[in-house]
């Protein structure tokens, strides 16, 4: 009679991911440079201080913070890019391990259908939004390094619903009740 290895014999070693300080760096650099912009647009923004409107609506608030959040983790990126030596590293080296364009692709398709498909099509925002993360989590879980082709264990799927739930949720409330914003 032959044994039948268990799952864990089986299985490949868990890997850490591979980070490329270079791409952290640069990566760090472009998503400051974004935050510049948009936090410049946004300060631009008229006030609409004519029209009597409440100071915690006006246009461009959201924006700009969403920038400054931007501005420190772009550089929290570039400075750890920067200590684990991004300057050091060639770019040619760099770029073939920094560029995923399949899971880039899969995000912008994934947002893509949010935005046609889910938003604005008499679903309640809150459930639009739990059904595009718990698919974006599922989606960017599954393309993960040895990991195409497999289907998600019910665990993954569960956790992925109750993440989708929760962010739909949360993202809901802020919207209207901080920021006073009505979502379809």
């Not at 009679?1 to 890997?15: I, K, R």
């Not at 390094?145 to 619903?161: N, Q, V, Y």
């Amino acid at each position: 009679m032959t044994e039948v290895p268990d799952a864990a014999a089986v299985a490949p070693p868990a890997e850490t991911p591979h980070r490329s300080p270079h791409a952290d760096l640069w990566g760090g650099v472009a998503w400051m440079g974004l935050a510049v912009a948009i936090l410049v647009a946004s300060i631009r923004m008229d006030r609409l201080a004519d029209q009597d409107i409440n100071p915690y609506t006006i246009p461009g608030l959201l924006p700009g913070l969403l920038s400054i959040l931007m501005l420190f983790f772009g550089s929290m990126l570039a400075l750890r890019g920067l200590l684990a030596g991004g300057l050091r590293q060639r770019f040619a080296a760099a770029g073939r391990e920094a560029i995923a364009p399949g899971r880039t692709l899969l995000v912008i398709g994934l947002c893509a259908a949010f935005d046609v498909g889910l938003v604005g099509r008499g679903l309640p925002f809150w459930a639009a939004a739990a059904i595009f993360v718990t698919v974006a989590v599922l989606a960017l879980e599954r393309s993960g390094e040895g990991r195409i082709g497999r289907r998600p264990t019910p665990a993954a799927m569960l956790k992925a619903a109750v993440i989708g739930l929760a962010t739909g949720g949360a993202v809901t409330a802020l919207f209207q009740e901080v920021f006073l914003v009505h979502l379809p």
